[in-house]
């Protein structure tokens, strides 16, 4: 039995069927399960890139099968999408590796009947390309997109109405691609430059990010906890996109700052890396072991101002009023900004859930609004595109708080991004800008209130 395979097949169980995220799933397999390096990136490819194209490949499975989907076994269904997927994905896959390892699988979480079955379904989409009649494109476009790039339909047509149909299919496209890994140079320590030669050293292709002067890309495929330079602090793992809050709100050495959703701690420590490791930043986050990631991370960068603190940025906390010089609300959203990372949240959101996620965002920066001096800067951010979460969320804030005023965000943005900034408010998108897609908003509380 193919090791590789089979733990796909367990993962895929436990995202499909039990509603597990394909990382969290990823990583608590591998924490119990002794695999090979090279197994484990075959797996991690398989889970994601099943879980990224289960529409679409569920459609061609339907088409070559002669049992309806639903009459399936989780298992059968699991085994078929991990099988086509290796088919008309990966070039490297020999098609009769996919079918036969995917005919054992069967044998072994079916029965004899399972893997005839298996074996005919996959056989038969291996001779016809696995083509599929899509929806007409001029008559649904929605439909068209949907079926093409594997989203659910509702998301197509909210993109198609947000931004027309050449950036919406620009956009689920990228959204399909295979991100770079971003890590931050932890300048305490070193410089991105620095760390480049540092990583090459250690046998790793590295090169310097698009944007920002603390961003690295990591070519090679490695595992990140085993290099020698993460284990000595010089870098943390973040996606540009990610760095913007942070540089945006731009917090200076000795001062107050608060970091009211943290976890698991990636801004939090660079506001105190810009901060030259002087202030003090608070963490706080509602969920408690969540915290000491952010204590843990701090700890391997040589980081001692962050205090965490448990706390639900929702409720507001009468000690700390007005005291902080700077506020990051980095809020919890539907997270479409970053589909090509986490694949599930396509399949895990519904356009009902964004008035509710709307709702508790105005909540939260109603709420931490009040913790910043006057004087003092607000940043809201989400790794969101939807308007709602966004632009809506900030403009309604400005409106009904006069004592906060917009500040023009491009003078901290760095090259490259500036030009997309209007006003106080920055969107980044894979597409576009080749980095996750992130909202930012600088706001400020006036010195003298109305």
Request: proline share 4%; glycine share 8%; charged share 25%.
């Amino acid at each position: 039995m193919d090791n590789a395979r089979e733990a796909a097949l367990k993962i895929l169980y436990e995202v499909n069927e039990n509603g597990a995220y394909s990382n969290i799933a990823l990583n608590k397999y591998f924490s119990s399960t002794e695999l090979r390096n090279i197994d484990r990136a075959f797996t991690t490819e398989i889970v994601y890139g099943t879980v990224k194209w289960k529409l679409t490949l569920d459609r061609v499975i339907a088409a070559y099968s002669n049992i309806k989907i639903e009459k399936l076994s989780p298992w059968i269904l699991n085994i078929l999408r991990l099988g086509a997927y290796q088919m008309l994905h990966m070039t490297k896959v020999p098609q009769s590796a996919a079918c036969n390892e995917s005919v054992k699988l069967a044998g072994r979480y079916g029965h004899k009947a399972s893997a005839g079955f298996v074996n005919a379904v996959l056989r038969n989409i291996a001779r016809n390309g696995g083509k599929i009649d899509l929806p007409d494109r001029q008559d649904d476009p929605a439909g068209y997109f949907a079926v093409k790039y594997s989203y659910p339909k509702w998301l197509t047509e909210k993109y198609i109405g947000l931004f027309g149909e050449e950036f919406a299919e620009s956009l689920l496209d990228s959204g399909n691609g295979i991100p770079e890994m971003n890590v931050r140079a932890n300048t305490l320590r070193t410089t991105a430059p620095e760390l480049v030669e540092k990583l090459a050293a250690e046998g790793v292709e590295a090169m310097l990010g698009k944007y920002s002067g603390e961003a690295v890309i990591i070519k090679s495929s490695v595992s990140i906890g085993a290099l020698a330079a993460f284990k000595e602090g010089l870098f943390q793992v973040q996606d540009e996109s990610s760095m913007l809050p942070a540089a945006v709100l731009a917090p200076l050495p000795g001062e107050r700052v608060l970091d009211a959703c943290s976890a698991p701690g990636g801004k939090a420590t660079h506001m105190a890396q810009l901060m030259q490791n002087r202030g003090t930043v608070l963490a706080r986050d509602i969920h408690e072991h969540k915290l000491k990631l952010i204590e843990d991370a701090a700890k391997r960068l040589g980081i001692d101002i962050i205090k965490c603190e448990l706390h639900d940025a929702a409720f507001p906390d009468n000690t700390d009023e007005s005291v902080f010089d700077r506020v990051l609300l980095d809020a919890p959203c539907t997270g479409l900004g970053i589909v090509r990372r986490k694949p599930d949240i396509k399949w895990a959101r519904e356009t009902k859930d964004i008035e509710g996620i709307a709702a508790l965002q105005k909540k939260l920066l109603h709420t931490v609004s009040k913790s910043v001096k006057p004087g003092g800067a607000l940043v809201y951010s989400t790794c969101t595109i939807l308007p709602e979460e966004n632009e809506g969320v900030v403009n309604e804030f400005l409106r009904e708080n006069e004592n906060f005023e917009a500040v023009d965000i491009a003078q901290f943005l760095p090259a490259g991004l500036a030009a997309h900034a209007k006003g106080c408010m920055l969107q980044t998108y894979p597409n576009r800008d080749g980095i996750d897609g992130f909202f930012m908003a600088r706001l400020r509380r006036k010195e003298i209130e109305m």
